[in-house]
């Protein structure tokens, strides 16, 4: 997916910037099936995963469980180390996250 297109996609108002000024940025999207709700952040390549996961939680899931509880993936598969920046993950400009529970809960 190319920056354009992410950017055209319906999301939660105004995109969360963690880019650091003066750096190379792009933007990356948050998805979490829960809330059925996405939010655009604008990130530098060397943003830690632990920082984007917890500004799209506080704006997606504000009263939601510990930030322990839930996973962030990209591809299908869980970014296991948060501690490493959005570039070593192989994230790119337009790439989309998954933010969901780390276990599969009932539904009721």
């Given at each position: 997916?190319?920056?354009?297109?992410?950017?055209?996609l319906?999301?939660?108002?105004?995109?969360?910037?963690?880019?650091?000024?003066?750096?190379?940025?792009?933007?990356?999207?948050?998805?979490?099936?829960?809330?059925?709700?996405?939010?655009?952040?604008?990130?530098?390549?060397?943003?830690?995963?632990?920082?984007?996961?917890?500004?799209?939680?506080?704006?997606?899931?504000?009263?939601?469980?510990?930030?322990?509880?839930?996973?962030?993936?990209?591809?299908?598969?869980?970014?296991?180390?948060?501690?490493?920046?959005?570039?070593?993950?192989g994230?790119?400009?337009?790439?989309?996250?998954?933010?969901?529970?780390?276990?599969?809960?009932?539904v009721?």
């Open positions: 997916m190319s920056a354009a297109f992410v950017t055209q319906r999301s939660r108002g105004d995109a969360l910037h963690l880019a650091v000024p003066d750096a190379p940025a792009f933007t990356v999207r948050v998805e979490m099936p829960e809330v059925w709700d996405t939010v655009r952040a604008i990130v530098s390549p060397t943003t830690p995963i632990i920082e984007l996961k917890e500004r799209a939680l506080a704006a997606l899931y504000p009263h939601g469980e510990a930030q322990a509880a839930f996973v962030l993936k990209l591809r299908g598969f869980e970014v296991l180390d948060e501690g490493m920046s959005v570039a070593d993950t994230a790119v400009d337009g790439s989309c996250y998954l933010l969901t529970h780390r276990y599969r809960r009932p009721r």
